[in-house]
């Protein structure tokens, strides 16, 4: 398959991370560091009733992510194929993060759960809804071993 897609983003994030190297992989290890989404103006009407939920899944474009097929992640000493991890060098570079929603001002939507570098382009904004979105399971691969590293795990230049 040859297609393109072509996709517009609708915010920006603006965050205290400047650079990939040392910050938070996953929202739960960073659930007291704030940030904001700038949602761009041709975008506000899709704010209306946002402030009524506590979390929301940001579907963002890693802007300065590699694309790899095989990795060795934050959480491993050990490489993986890209689809068996959640690391940001992959194809397409779509970032998944499930944030807690703090306040709206007007265009603004300020949360804590910050895992994104500063300019992160921002693709969608969902509602997380915890009767839709979870599932208990106890399978989950590799990381059965590789979540007691999660405290302490910061990125580093393996995904450059």
């Keep these: 398959m040859t297609d393109t897609i ?3 983003p609708i915010g920006i994030i ?11 992989i996953q929202t739960v290890a960073a659930a007291d560091v704030e940030g904001e989404l700038e949602v761009f ?11 009524g ?6 579907i963002t474009h890693l802007h300065q992510a590699v694309e790899k097929l095989e990795v060795v992640p934050f959480m491993d000493t050990v490489s993986h194929g ?9 194809p397409n570079r779509l970032g998944l993060s499930i944030v807690q929603l703090v306040k ?19 693709l969608d904004i969902k509602p997380y ?23 302490g795990a910061v990125s580093d230049d393996r995904m450059s």
């Design 6 to 8: 072509t996709l517009r």
């Design 14 to 24: 603006h965050s205290p991370f400047q650079s990939t190297q040392g910050m938070p």
């Design 41 to 51: 103006e041709e975008f506000a009407p899709g704010l209306r009733d946002i402030e």
């Design 53 to 58: 939920f506590e979390f929301l899944i940001l």
């Design 82 to 90: 890209v689809f068996a991890t959640r690391a940001p060098a992959r």
């Design 104 to 122: 709206v001002k007007g265009r603004i939507l300020c949360f804590r759960g910050n895992d994104m570098l500063d300019g992160t382009p921002v």
């Design 129 to 151: 809804v915890p009767q839709l979105d979870v599932r208990s399971t106890e399978q989950v691969g590799w990381f059965g071993h590789g979540l007691q590293r999660l405290p």
